[in-house]
C-alpha cells in the first residue's frame, strides 16, 4: 500500500490533518478578512449575545469574539512555530552531537536534559517573565527553552540507533568522517521521529502559551489570544458566559487536531508499531 | 474497587451538601468582601489603601474622624481650639481612653505618634504633615499644643486619615502584624492571602454600642468569584465591589442592596510632561481632546463614575466642573498636533497598573488615541513595576491611575513628581491656597489652581471612581461614599 | 546497587543545587527594588538605604547566596519583605492547601486513569475501547485551566452546588475546606486521567503481546488471573513512570488552577510575591516546589529499582 494510501485510511491523520489545515486556513484567512476588526472597541455594544453581526458575540469592550478568535490563531501558531523551531534546531544538534561525539559530551547533554525535566518547566516561565516582563516574546523564549531537552532526548536515542545500523557501519569503515555521515545518514533518518515529536510539542507549545496568556504573562492586549480572551471570559462568567466557551473550544481543537496528527504520524512512519508504547507522554504543560 | 467507589461517591455527596452552622442566627457575625490584601496592618507606615480599609476606626483612631460626608468631627480629641493666625491648634483629649494592650491613652502618646510620623526613618505617607509641626507641647495628660511652622488649611482633615492615627508607644513597631490601638475591635487573625479578622474589644470606652462580635475581611481579587462569594452568601457585604458589569444581577435581587456613592478617587491618563513630545501644552490637549470621557466611564466603569475635568472631585470645596474646557473632539485633536509640528504616526507606551479602570480604560484609550494618530503601545505592569518605573523613575509616556487621596492638588506643585509638571505659576497658587486663612479668599485660590492644571492639560482628566457598595439585605450602617478609604465598622449592624 | 544509589543520590542533590543556582540567579535581575516596594513610593532614598541594608539586599550576591542556601539549611527561611512575617509562617498554611490539593487530584487521577485505562485494554478494538480512547484524546486536548472555568460554570453559576473560588480555611471545618478543593482537583484530575487512562491501556496492550503471558494464556490460565498475576507488575514500569511525571506536573498546575479558582495556596503565594518584588518569598517558594519535583523525580528512580531490578543495571 502507498503512503499517501494508507494515509487516507488512517483516521487520526485524516482528522488530524483536516484540523490542522484548519488552523492554518483560519490563521491565513485573518491575515486578510475576518468579519470585522478585532481592535474595534464599540463599548454601547459590550457583552453582547451571538448574533447575525457578531456570530460569537462581543466581549466586555463590544470587541466581535469571532474576529479576535480567528487572529488569534495567528498567534498561537506564531508562538508555535518559532519555540518549535528552537528547540528542534538546538535540541536536535545537542542530541545528534552527543549521540556523534558520546563521552563525556553526551554525559553534559544528557544531565542538562535532565536538569531541565527535573524543573518545574512553567515555573521557570513564570520566573522568566516575571524577571524579562510579560510578552509574546519572552513566552517564545521560555516556551522554547523547554522544547530543546525534549529534542535532544528524541534525537539522541534515534541517533543512537541509527549509528548501530549497517550502511553506517559500512560509510564509517569507508573513511567518511563521522560528521559527513551525521549530515548523510543520520539525519535523513531521525526526521520522521523528529516529525511526530514536532506536531506534539506544536501542540503543548499552544497549551502552554494558552496558559501563560491566561495568567497574564503571555501575549499582551490588544493583540488577541485564546488564553487572554479566556481570563477577560472568567471576570464576566456571570453576565456573559459563553465567553468563556468559544475560546476554549479554539484550543481545544487546535491542540487535538496536532495530537491526532502526531498519532497517524506516528503510525503511518511506523507501521509496524515496533515503537515503544510510552514514547513521550504529553503530560508536561 | 466497587466499594472504594461508594465511598468515593459518598464522600462527593456528603461535601456537596452545603456547610452546616450558616444558619440564620448569626447576626453578630459580618464578612465583608475587599479586593486588595493589606501589605501590612500599620497605617503610618505603608501607603496601601487596604490599609486603612481593615484598620481605620476600627483598630487605630486618630485625634479628629472624618465622617461620611466629609467633614471633621471630633473622635480621641472631644474638642480643639485654633488661633486666629491658623497657626496653634489645642486638643482637648478624652479622658479614661485605654489601648488595647491596657495602657492609659494620654497626651504622650499623641507626642510619640506624631514624632514618630516626622521622624527621619518615618515611612509615613503623609509625612510632610508631620514634618512640619514645629513643636508638640502637652501641658496636661489631656491637653496637646501643637505649633505649625506654616498654615495648613487641611491640618484637621490630615489629621483624621489614617496616617494620622494614634499609636501606643510599646507596641508601635510591631503594628504592622499585632496592631494596638484605641478602636472599637481588636486584631484576630490574619490568613495571608485569604482573610483577616477583628474581633469585638469588650474594654472599648462604648462597647455596649458595637453591634458586631466579629468581622472577617475576605480578600476576593477576581470579579468572577467576588460575584459568585456573594450569591453564594459567603460575603455580606462587598464595600467596594469591583465587578460592576455584574451589577443588574444584584439590583434585580431582592436578596440584596446595591448603593452607587462617590469616592476621592481621581482616574487620570497621566502625561509625563517633560518627555518630547508632551512637553508640549498643544500635545497634551491634542490627547485631552481624543479622549471620550463617556465611552471610558461606560467601558471601564460600567456607566458610573462623575466626568472631571480637573484633580478635583465633585465633593470637595470649591470645586469647579471644567470638563467643558476639554470636550471630546477629535478633529481639533488632530489640528492641534498638526499645529505642534508632530510627525505621524507618534509612537508612544501606555502602562498600565493592574486594576479594571486601567486595564479595560487603557484599552479604550487606546484605541482613541489611535484615530488621532497616536499610536500606543499597551504595556501591562504589576504594581511593583509601577512604582519603581512610572512613579519613582519617571520612565513612562503615558499611564492611567486613580489618586484616591483628597485634596492632593499639592501634587502637581511638585516638580519631581512623577507628572514633571514644572509650573512657578501654579506653585505661586498653591503658596496662596496653603497660607491663606480666609476661607472665601482661599477658595478662589482652589478655583484658579483647579483652572490652572485644567488650562495646562498637565493630565487627562477622566473620572471619579464609584463606590459601589453591594450588601445582604439587612446589613445597614456601611458607607455610601468613600471620602476616605475605610469601613467604619463601629456603626455597622444586622437589622 | 549500592553504587546505583550512590549515583542516583549525587545526582539528586546535584540537580537541587543546580536549581539553587537557577533561582537565585534568575531572581537576581528582577527588577524593582524591595525595600522602595515596602516602603512605597514617598519614602526618600535615604530611608530606603537603610531598609535595604537591614534586609540584607545590599550585600554583594555571592554572600547572599550563602546566606541564603544556609538559611534553608537550617530551616530558616527568612522574612518576607512584603508582610514582615517570617517565611515559614507564609508558605507552611499555603502548603496545607496545595498539598491536599495535589494528593485529591493526584487520587481521583489514578483512580479513574487506571479503571479507564484498564477497561480500555480489556475491551480492545471493541466499542467501550473506542470511546474510551476518542474521550481521552479530547481529555489531553484540555487546558486545565478552561477545564476549571467550566467546571464552575456549570457547578458554581449554573447549579450553585459548589463555591466558585476561595478557601475558607481549614479552621472553617474539614467539609467547608474540602468542598473549595474538589472542583480543582477535578479539573486536574480530568486532564491527567485521560493521559493516565492512555498509557495504561498501551502499558497492559503492550505486555499482553509478550510470549510470557501467550504461553500462560494458552496453558488455560484465565485472563484475568493472567492480567493480575504477569500483566499487572509488567506493566507497572511505564504507568509508573507516568505517575511520577503526573505528580510533579500536578504539583506545578496548582499553580494555574489556584489561580482559576483564587486559592490562597503555594502557587497564589509565589505569583502574589512575585507581584510584590518579594524576592525572599519568591525564592523559598520556587525553590520549595523545584524540591518537591525533584524529590517526587528521585523517588520514582528508587521506585523503578524496586519494581525491576534490572534497572539498576541498564544504562540510564
Known amino acids: 500500500m502507498s503512503l499517501s494510501a494508507r494515509a487516507a485510511g488512517n483516521r487520526s491523520f485524516a482528522v488530524g490533518g483536516l484540523l490542522t489545515l484548519a488552523l492554518l486556513a483560519t490563521a491565513a484567512l485573518s491575515l486578510v478578512w475576518t468579519p470585522l476588526s478585532p481592535y474595534l472597541i464599540d463599548v454601547p455594544q459590550k457583552l453582547q449575545l451571538p448574533s447575525a453581526r457578531h456570530w460569537f458575540g462581543t466581549d466586555s469592550l463590544g470587541r466581535d469574539v469571532f474576529s479576535m478568535l480567528m487572529v488569534g490563531a495567528q498567534n498561537s501558531i506564531l508562538v508555535g512555530v518559532i519555540a518549535v523551531s528552537v528547540g528542534l534546531l538546538l535540541g536536535t544538534a545537542l542530541g545528534v552531537l552527543a549521540a556523534e561525539r558520546r563521552g563525556w559530551v553526551e554525559e553534559a547533554v544528557m544531565r542538562l536534559a535532565d536538569f531541565t525535566f527535573a524543573f518545574p518547566a512553567i515555573l521557570l516561565a513564570i520566573m522568566f517573565t516575571a524577571v524579562l516582563g510579560a510578552g509574546i516574546v519572552n513566552s517564545i523564549i521560555a516556551i522554547g527553552i523547554f522544547n530543546v531537552p525534549i529534542f535532544a532526548r528524541v534525537a539522541r536515542g534515534s541517533a543512537k540507533a541509527i549509528w548501530q545500523r549497517d550502511f553506517v557501519m559500512a560509510a564509517r569503515a569507508a573513511g567518511r568522517n563521522r560528521l559527513g555521515i551525521t549530515l548523510v545518514h543520520i539525519l535523513p533518518n531521525i526526521l520522521s521521529v523528529l516529525s511526530v515529536q514536532v506536531t506534539i510539542q506544536f501542540a503543548n507549545a499552544i497549551l502552554w502559551e494558552a496558559a501563560l496568556s491566561y495568567l497574564g504573562l503571555g501575549t499582551q492586549p490588544p493583540q488577541p489570544s485564546w488564553g487572554r480572551m479566556l481570563n477577560d471570559a472568567q471576570a464576566q462568567l456571570f453576565q456573559a458566559p459563553w465567553l468563556a466557551l468559544f475560546p476554549g473550544f479554539a484550543i481545544m481543537l487546535a491542540v487535538l487536531g496536532l495530537n491526532l496528527l502526531g498519532d497517524g504520524l506516528r503510525d503511518l512512519l511506523d507501521p509496524r508499531g515496533t515503537r515503544r508504547a510510552i514514547a513521550a507522554p504529553p503530560a508536561r504543560r | 474497587m466497587p466499594r472504594t467507589c461508594y465511598a468515593i461517591a459518598a464522600a462527593i455527596a456528603i461535601a456537596l451538601l452545603p456547610a452546616s452552622g450558616h444558619g440564620e442566627e448569626k447576626k453578630d457575625t459580618l464578612v465583608l468582601g475587599m479586593i486588595l490584601e493589606p501589605p501590612g496592618l500599620d497605617p503610618t507606615a505603608g501607603a496601601a489603601a487596604a490599609i486603612g480599609e481593615v484598620t481605620h476606626y476600627n483598630i487605630f483612631e486618630g485625634l479628629t474622624k472624618i465622617t461620611a460626608d466629609g467633614t471633621v468631627a471630633p473622635l480621641l480629641a472631644e474638642s480643639w481650639s485654633v488661633s486666629p493666625d491658623q497657626k496653634t491648634y489645642t486638643f482637648r483629649l478624652r479622658g479614661g481612653i485605654r489601648f488595647q494592650n491596657d495602657e492609659p491613652f494620654t497626651a504622650a502618646d499623641v507626642k510619640f505618634s506624631f514624632e514618630r510620623d516626622a521622624a527621619e526613618s518615618s515611612t509615613n505617607k503623609e509625612k510632610a504633615v508631620y514634618a512640619d509641626i514645629a513643636a508638640i507641647e502637652t501641658p496636661d495628660p489631656l491637653t496637646v499644643v501643637l505649633r505649625l511652622k506654616q498654615v495648613n488649611a487641611n491640618f484637621l482633615f490630615n489629621l483624621g486619615e489614617n496616617t494620622g492615627v494614634i499609636l501606643e508607644p510599646k507596641s508601635a513597631a510591631s503594628d504592622a502584624t499585632h496592631p494596638v490601638g484605641t478602636g472599637p475591635f481588636t486584631f484576630d487573625n490574619w490568613v495571608k492571602g485569604a482573610s483577616i479578622t477583628l474581633a469585638k474589644w469588650p474594654g472599648y470606652r462604648d462597647a455596649a454600642a458595637i453591634k458586631l462580635d466579629r468581622v472577617t475581611f475576605r480578600i476576593v481579587n477576581d470579579p468572577a468569584a467576588q460575584v459568585a462569594g456573594l450569591l453564594a452568601g459567603d460575603i455580606d457585604a462587598f464595600p467596594r465591589f469591583g465587578a460592576l458589569d455584574s451589577l443588574k444581577q444584584f439590583q434585580g435581587d431582592a436578596r440584596f442592596t446595591v448603593t452607587v456613592g462617590s469616592t476621592e478617587g481621581k482616574t487620570i491618563l497621566a502625561i509625563n510632561n517633560k518627555r518630547k513630545p508632551f512637553d508640549d501644552v498643544r500635545v497634551r490637549r491634542a490627547i485631552a481632546a481624543a479622549i471620550d470621557r463617556k465611552a471610558i466611564i461606560d467601558g471601564a466603569s460600567n456607566g458610573m463614575g462623575v466626568p472631571i475635568g480637573s484633580h478635583y472631585t465633585p465633593n470637595d470645596p470649591f470645586y469647579i466642573d471644567l470638563t467643558g474646557r476639554s470636550p471630546y473632539d477629535p478633529a481639533k485633536a488632530k489640528a492641534l498636533l498638526k499645529e505642534a509640528g508632530v510627525s505621524l504616526p507618534l509612537k508612544v507606551t501606555l502602562t498600565l497598573p493592574p486594576p479594571p479602570y486601567a486595564r479595560q480604560g487603557g484599552q479604550i484609550i487606546a484605541a482613541e488615541l489611535a484615530e488621532i494618530g497616536i499610536d500606543a503601545r499597551i504595556e501591562m505592569v504589576e504594581w511593583a513595576q509601577w512604582l519603581d518605573g512610572v512613579y519613582k523613575h519617571k520612565n513612562y509616556d503615558l499611564t492611567i491611575i486613580s489618586h484616591v487621596e483628597p485634596r492632593d492638588l499639592a501634587i502637581y506643585a511638585n516638580p519631581d513628581y512623577y507628572f514633571q509638571y514644572d509650573s512657578k505659576e501654579f506653585r505661586d497658587i498653591m503658596e496662596k491656597v496653603n497660607t491663606t486663612a480666609d476661607a472665601s479668599e482661599r477658595g478662589r485660590w482652589l478655583e484658579a489652581a483647579q483652572r490652572g492644571i485644567a488650562e495646562d492639560a498637565v493630565n487627562a482628566f477622566l473620572y471619579v471612581l464609584p463606590q459601589v457598595t453591594v450588601a445582604k439585605k439587612g446589613v445597614r450602617g456601611l458607607w455610601r461614599n468613600s471620602p476616605i478609604f475605610a469601613n467604619d465598622l463601629a456603626a455597622v449592624s444586622w437589622q | ?316
Open chain 3, 1 to 316: 546497587m549500592g553504587r546505583f544509589l550512590l549515583q542516583r543520590l549525587a545526582g539528586f542533590v546535584a540537580t537541587l543545587v543546580a536549581a539553587s543556582v537557577v533561582v537565585f540567579l534568575v531572581l537576581e535581575v528582577l527588577p524593582g527594588d524591595a525595600a522602595q516596594v515596602m516602603l512605597g513610593p514617598e519614602a526618600p532614598a535615604e530611608t530606603v538605604r537603610a531598609l535595604a541594608h537591614k534586609l540584607g539586599v545590599d550585600r554583594p550576591p555571592l554572600a547572599r547566596y550563602l546566606g541564603w542556601v544556609e538559611g534553608m539549611a537550617t530551616g530558616d527561611l527568612g522574612t518576607s519583605y512584603a508582610y514582615d512575617t517570617p517565611v515559614g509562617e507564609l508558605v507552611a498554611p499555603s502548603l496545607a492547601l496545595t498539598l491536599p490539593l495535589a494528593a485529591l487530584a493526584m487520587t481521583l487521577n489514578t483512580v479513574l486513569g487506571l479503571t479507564l485505562g484498564l477497561y480500555a485494554a480489556s475491551r480492545h478494538n471493541r466499542l467501550g475501547d473506542i470511546v474510551v480512547m476518542s474521550l481521552s484524546q479530547i481529555g489531553i486536548a484540555l487546558p486545565t485551566f478552561w477545564v476549571g472555568i467550566l467546571l464552575i460554570l456549570l457547578f458554581a453559576v449554573a447549579l450553585g452546588w459548589l463555591p466558585a473560588g476561595g478557601f475558607p480555611g481549614w479552621s472553617a471545618g474539614f467539609w467547608p475546606a474540602l468542598r473549595a478543593l474538589i472542583l480543582p482537583a477535578v479539573a486536574l484530575a480530568l486532564v491527567q486521567g485521560a493521559i493516565l487512562a492512555r498509557v495504561t491501556r498501551a502499558a497492559v496492550l503492550d505486555v499482553m503481546r509478550e510470549d510470557f503471558v501467550r504461553t500462560a494464556l494458552a496453558k488455560g490460565l484465565s485472563p484475568g488471573a493472567a492480567l493480575r498475576r504477569h500483566v499487572l507488575r509488567n506493566a507497572m514500569i511505564p504507568i509508573v513512570t507516568v505517575l511520577g511525571l503526573q505528580l510533579s506536573s500536578l504539583l506545578v498546575l496548582t499553580i494555574v488552577v489556584e489561580n482559576v479558582f483564587s486559592l490562597p495556596g503555594l502557587g497564589h503565594l509565589i505569583l502574589n510575591a512575585i507581584a510584590n518584588r518579594d524576592i525572599v518569598v519568591v525564592r523559598d517558594a520556587v525553590m520549595l516546589l523545584a524540591a518537591m519535583v525533584v524529590v517526587v523525580n528521585f523517588v520514582v528512580d528508587l521506585l523503578y529499582v524496586a519494581i525491576d531490578p534490572r534497572l539498576s543495571l541498564r544504562e540510564p
